[in-house]
């Protein structure tokens, strides 16, 4: 588990996007992220088929996206509107 990122229980499916949008707790402040429905499937392995299965999947791995959030902020990964996309 990743200390220095905590991952904020407020997800929210955008299914125009394809995509998990959610909020991260870093060095005090809070940054917005994307997770994308193809990213997903592969953390978990398997296929996410509804929004109940999604939730689930992001629940599951949500451990392995707060390392990801974590190496794109020390990458300084950030979009320019200073979201990331994962």
């Excluded at 994308?36 to 949500?62: G, K, Y």
């Amino acid at each position: 588990m990743n200390q220095d990122v905590i991952v904020n229980d407020d997800l929210n499916w955008q299914p125009e996007q394809q995509r998990v949008a959610f909020s991260a707790q870093w060095s005090g402040g809070q940054v917005i992220c994307y997770l994308s429905l193809s990213a997903l499937e592969h953390l978990s392995e398997q296929p996410l088929l509804d929004e109940a299965s999604i939730i689930l999947a992001f629940e599951s791995v949500r451990f392995d996206i707060e390392e990801q959030v974590s190496d794109l902020i020390a990458q300084e990964a950030f979009s320019p509107d200073g979201s990331l996309l994962l």
